[in-house]
């Protein structure tokens, strides 16, 4: 992850901003089941409300900044 791709799709430092919001609460949310086994870990979050709610914001920006090459 960097910022290269962010800045080509024309985000500024608002954008980073949410994105390192994200970064964090992602973390933060998923910190407890660190522990399990990957699949395990994988099944877990896969049904979690927040991370889905996170993934839908997280495209709605990408639709707002195309990656234009």
Request: aromatic share 8%.
């Amino acid at each position: 992850m960097g910022t290269p791709t962010i800045t080509t799709r024309g985000m500024k430092e608002k954008e980073m901003d949410k994105i390192a919001e994200w970064v964090d609460y992602v973390i933060e949310v998923v910190a407890p089941y660190c522990h399990l086994r990957p699949a395990e870990f994988e099944e877990k979050i896969k049904k979690m409300p927040e991370l889905r709610k996170i993934a839908a914001d997280v495209k709605s920006l990408c639709r707002r900044y195309p990656l234009n090459i």
